[in-house]
C-alpha cells in the first residue's frame, strides 16, 4: 500500500526556519512527482511546490519562491520541504502528495499531514 | 496565472439527490482538471483527472465533464459519506491551482 508520512511542523516565530520531510513507501517513489499542498486555517488547499521524479524540475508558488525549496533524496524515498524567512500567513496543514506520474501533476495518494505554525 | 472558481461555495442537499458542482477557469485549462473530496482530519482524495476519467476506487455515482473554462462534478445520488468539501484543481501551466472549494452539506 502507497503510504506517505510527514514530519517536521512545529511552532516557530516569524523570520524562523523549518524544514519538513515526507517518508514514502509503497511504491517506486524515483518515477513519481510529487508535491507540497497546504491548507491555512479556515481556507481551501493551495498548492505550494512540486518537482519531477528525477528532482531535476522544481516549481513554486510566487509567494513561496525564494524562500522555499522542495528537494527528493530518492535513496531515502523522502521528500523535503526547507522553509526560511517563513511568515504569519504560512501558517498551515502541509500535505506531501504523489503525482500520478514522473510529470503528470494530479495527486492520487495523500499523506495526513503536519501542521505549521509561524507566531511570535 | 490561471484561477479557478467554483460555484456555489455551499451545496445544500438530501441523500440521494444529485449533486451538480462548477468549476470555471480564467483561460482554457484544456482538459487538465482534476476532482478532489476532502474531509476534515483527513488526506483528500483524487476522484476525477482529465476532467472526466474516473480514478481508481472511485463509485461509478462520481462523474465528471467539461473542457476549456467549465468543467462540472456530478453525484448521481448522494450517499452519506459524500457529504465534504470538493475542489477542483488545474495542471495546464504553473503554478498549479486548486479551486476556493464547494462544501456539500446535509439539508
Known amino acids: 500500500d502507497v503510504q506517505l508520512l510527514e514530519s517536521g511542523g512545529g511552532l516557530v516565530q516569524p523570520g524562523g526556519s523549518l524544514r519538513l520531510s515526507c517518508a514514502a513507501s509503497?511504491?517506486?517513489?524515483?518515477?513519481?512527482?510529487m508535491t507540497w499542498v497546504r491548507q491555512a486555517p479556515g481556507r481551501g488547499l493551495g498548492w505550494v511546490s512540486a518537482?519531477?521524479?528525477?528532482?531535476?524540475?522544481?516549481y513554486y508558488v510566487d509567494s513561496v519562491r525564494g524562500r522555499f525549496t522542495i528537494s527528493r533524496d530518492n535513496s531515502k524515498n523522502t521528500l523535503y520541504l526547507e522553509m526560511s524567512s517563513l511568515r504569519v500567513d504560512d501558517t498551515a496543514i502541509y500535505y506531501c502528495a504523489k503525482a500520478l506520474g514522473s510529470s503528470n501533476y494530479y495527486f492520487d495518494f495523500w499523506g495526513q499531514g503536519t501542521l505549521v505554525t509561524v507566531s511570535s | 496565472e490561471i484561477v479557478l472558481t467554483q460555484s456555489p461555495a455551499t451545496l445544500s442537499l438530501s441523500p440521494g439527490e444529485r449533486a451538480t458542482l462548477s468549476c470555471r477557469a480564467s483561460?482554457?485549462?484544456?482538459?487538465?482538471l482534476a476532482w478532489y473530496q476532502h474531509k476534515p482530519g483527513q488526506a483528500p482524495r483524487l476522484l476525477i483527472y482529465d476532467a472526466s476519467k474516473t480514478a481508481t476506487g472511485i463509485p461509478p455515482r462520481f462523474s465528471g465533464s467539461g473542457s476549456g473554462t467549465d468543467f462540472t462534478l456530478t453525484i448521481s445520488s448522494l450517499e452519506p459519506e459524500d457529504f465534504a468539501l470538493y475542489y477542483c484543481q488545474h495542471r495546464r501551466s504553473w503554478p498549479l491551482a486548486f479551486g476556493g472549494g464547494t462544501k456539500v452539506e446535509i439539508k
Open positions: 509503497g511504491f517506486t517513489f524515483s518515477n513519481y512527482a
Open positions: 483561460q482554457s485549462v484544456s482538459s487538465y
Open positions: 518537482l519531477s521524479g528525477s528532482g531535476s524540475d522544481t
